[in-house]
């Protein structure tokens, strides 16, 4: 009865009281103390598994964390423009140089590069299979083979546009279609109904659900697809952590940033191809 009555529930509930004071205090401070960038990038570096790689590195180097927002390379940019990501990770040259003139963002950094490649049915009912991009298009056109684009102002369906134009086609045949997607999506779409598709390389080479796809169309020196990184310019948004941007850039530039790049392979293939200050 002694240990009953020396029990106070006021006494508890103070020092309990004071014990969820010092948690909350403590996650305050960590949240507090938590560095984090937000980067707006493109589902195929996202997709390829490059971030998985990458940004631990990053992390182990600088003590940052950064969030990705991971879109088309147009919506990406569109991010930017709004201050709603403070470092862009992207593969759309003409795009970033323009909302460089603009003012939006600060210089643009090479980074790395790897190529497009046109994906169809390994039978190739089209005939395609070949060198050139712009023959390969002409002849899908004819054919009014099945097409999948992703329609969703990304770094690759700027590529296809170019490449329609290329071909000296406005009308790209009774089997385009646009799915307004990620590159992984238009990748299922394609082996779903055994169309043809362009994609970046990374993305294709870590794309496991391939059906009867097949790389067609390769080799092209127009198929070059490199990528760029802009900090978002502080003097358009105050509010951007420029300074922290600029490390991921400067160390995604940098001799180990460009290591850690060259090392990410899928079934021993490099995916992408660091060219930093080229």
């Not at 690759?156 to 134009?165: M, N, P, Q, V």
């Not at 760029?228 to 358009?236: I, M, S």
């Given at each position: 009865m002694k240990i009953l009555a020396s029990f106070r529930p006021s006494g508890l509930i103070k020092y309990g009281l004071f014990a969820i004071y010092l948690v909350a205090f403590a996650g305050a401070s960590a949240g507090a103390s938590a560095q984090t960038i937000t980067m707006a990038s493109t589902t195929s570096t996202e997709q390829s598994g490059l971030f998985a790689h990458l940004l631990p590195e990053f992390k182990r180097a600088t003590g940052l964390d950064v969030k990705v927002v991971a879109l088309g390379t147009g919506q990406a940019l569109d991010m930017g423009r709004r201050g709603d990501a403070d470092v862009l990770f992207v593969h759309d040259t003409e795009a970033e140089e323009k909302i460089v003139a603009e003012g939006f963002a600060l210089r643009r950094l090479p980074v790395m590069y790897n190529d497009f490649v046109l994906i169809g049915p390994a039978a190739d009912p089209a005939r395609l299979r070949g060198r050139d991009i712009a023959l390969a298009l002409k002849k899908l056109s004819a054919a009014n083979a099945p097409f999948v684009s992703r329609g969703d102002k990304s770094g690759?369906?700027?590529?296809?546009?170019?490449?329609?134009?290329l071909a000296g086609l406005e009308a790209r045949g009774g089997g385009y279609r646009e799915c307004g997607c990620g590159m992984g999506p238009a990748l299922n779409m394609a082996a779903s109904t055994g169309a043809y598709v362009l994609s970046d390389r990374g993305t294709w080479l870590s794309f496991r659900n391939r059906g009867d796809?097949?790389?067609?169309?390769?080799?092209?020196?127009?198929?070059?697809?490199?990528?760029?990184?802009?900090?978002?310019?502080?003097?358009?948004?105050?509010?951007?952590?420029?300074?922290?941007?600029?490390k991921f850039a400067d160390w995604v530039t940098s001799p180990a940033g460009q290591a850690v790049i060259a090392a990410y392979r899928i079934g021993g293939e490099q995916l992408f191809f660091p060219n930093a200050g080229r």
């Open positions: 690759t369906h700027a590529a296809e546009l170019r490449y329609w134009k796809l097949a790389v067609l169309v390769e080799g092209d020196t127009r198929l070059f697809n490199p990528y760029g990184v802009l900090v978002v310019n502080p003097a358009r948004h105050p509010h951007v952590k420029a300074a922290d941007a600029q």
